[in-house]
């Protein structure tokens, strides 16, 4: 390992560690956001509810409300590299248990297993992109992983729809790839042939990890994952109360957009979710990730909250549309929500953080917690779908994003976003 100290001002940048984390981000995204195409499939192999089928994403987002906290203090105590290799390690596992025993009950416990690594992950990478990229370039790196992130997302679908197809013939492809891949996964499951493409990336990660050096990260007492002192002092507080509850709702909306949109198209338009239903989520997440620049954008020239508020209210458009509209607009309103939804994350977390004084390393544990509404809102969708219709289930959204719309009205930041307009509102010096 690199034992090179890190100093507050004088750090060495590492250019290779930068890239490593954006690569890290790609495979987590990868393994994460397959969730929803492949949920019609789950439906129909297994023959569950909609409930039932809403249980495999909440064991997978719930590890982030188990896990993210704890592995504030895995990080503290061994560091980030075998942190790091561990977490893929445990994806991997999970990968292959499912692989190999392809049932719904072996499920449950794998995507548990494969979110556990995941949530881990996310804890230990941000502190190495703000040592390896600078703080002073951390918001910069940060909104460049979120596109990576998000063109991982966008890639997803379509290799799950690449492969359930080409593998319903394998015997007519030449290719020798797609051959074994239908060897190893039953016939009546070609979707599951992507839990091998997972266990094979996570141990490419988990080699690749372990040739790598690291820098040593240095955190200040504010950066830390925090004690119980810390946590408990930030628990008495409503406002960490209220922005917990917001990103519990934000990442529901996003998961609970995704994960039914394939289902949706299917029940309610009669479109194949192996094609044009994989393909609606893929360009949910990659409008979400195109979403970033405008974002970007729009954050230099106005103020946060308006652009949250400006968000959501587009968001709700959408969703609109999406529910009641025509096929020909549904199957465009619904990744068009991504388009709206990629702004309000980076928002969130920059007006919570910046509305505490203290603390903040611990308050970014309890926020990672929040991910979990990735487990919850998809359940009750499901749940609601199941007694009432999916498409009252999915109406479910107007509440979480009503939820995030409201902190563009109640939020106080101590610093607000720099935009052009605050800038040249600052009174220049006489003469």
């Known amino acids: 390992m690199n034992t090179t100290v890190i100093e507050k001002k004088l750090v060495p940048r590492n250019r290779s560690m930068v890239g490593m ?48 906290i704890p592995a504030g203090f895995l990080v503290e105590r061994f560091t980030e590299k075998p942190v790091m290799m ?50 002073e370039h951390f918001a910069f790196n940060s909104a460049f992983a979120q596109l990576i992130f998000g063109s991982a997302s966008f890639v997803s679908p379509r290799i799950y729809s690449y492969l359930v197809v080409n593998l319903e013939s394998p015997s007519l492809t030449p290719n020798p790839f797609l051959r074994v891949l239908a060897r190893l996964t039953p016939p009546h499951l070609p979707w599951a042939s992507m839990y091998w493409i997972f266990a094979g990336a996570a141990l490419l990660m988990v080699m690749v990890l372990m040739f790598f050096r690291f820098p040593r990260v240095h955190r200040t007492e504010e950066e830390q994952a925090g004690s119980l002192q810390m946590y408990s002092s930030l628990l008495r507080k409503p406002i960490v109360w209220l922005y917990f509850v917001s990103v519990f709702a934000y990442v529901g909306s996003e998961q609970g957009t995704a994960d039914w949109i394939s289902k949706f198209l299917a029940r309610y338009h009669g479109f194949d979710p192996h094609t044009t239903g994989a393909s609606a989520v893929s360009w949910f997440w990659g409008l979400l990730t195109a979403g970033c620049f405008l974002g970007m954008l729009l954050l230099k020239l106005f103020d946060s909250r308006q652009v949250l508020i400006g968000a959501c209210a587009g968001a709700f458009v959408c969703l609109t549309i999406a529910l009641f509209g025509p096929a020909s607009l549904s199957i465009v309103a619904f990744p068009a929500i991504g388009l709206f939804a990629s702004v309000m994350w980076p928002i969130l977390v920059s007006l919570s953080l910046n509305s505490v004084s203290e603390y903040h390393g611990a308050f970014a544990g309890i926020l990672s917690t929040g991910i979990m509404g990735g487990a919850v809102v998809p359940v009750v969708i499901g749940r609601i779908g199941d007694v009432a219709g999916l498409r009252a289930g999915v109406s479910f959204l107007y509440l979480t994003f009503g939820i995030v719309l409201a902190v563009g009205f109640w939020a106080r930041p101590m610093i607000r976003n720099a935009t052009v307009q605050l800038k040249r509102a600052v009174p220049q010096p006489s003469a």
């Not at 994460?32 to 909609?50: E, K, R």
């Not at 009950?105 to 995941?118: C, E, P, Y």
């Open 21 to 68: 984390v954006f690569l890290v981000f790609f495979v987590m995204s990868l393994l994460t956001n397959i969730l929803g195409p492949i949920v019609p499939d789950i439906i129909a192999s297994f023959g569950v509810s909609l409930a039932a089928a809403a249980l495999l994403p909440f064991s997978f987002f719930i590890a982030y409300g188990v896990m993210s």
């Open 86 to 135: 561990f977490a893929f390690l445990a994806a991997a596992v999970g990968s292959l248990s499912f692989a190999l025993y392809p049932t719904y009950q072996v499920a449950v416990i794998s995507l548990f297993v494969m979110g556990s690594g995941m949530a881990t992950l996310q804890v230990a990478i941000n502190p190495l992109l703000r040592v390896a990229g600078g703080e």
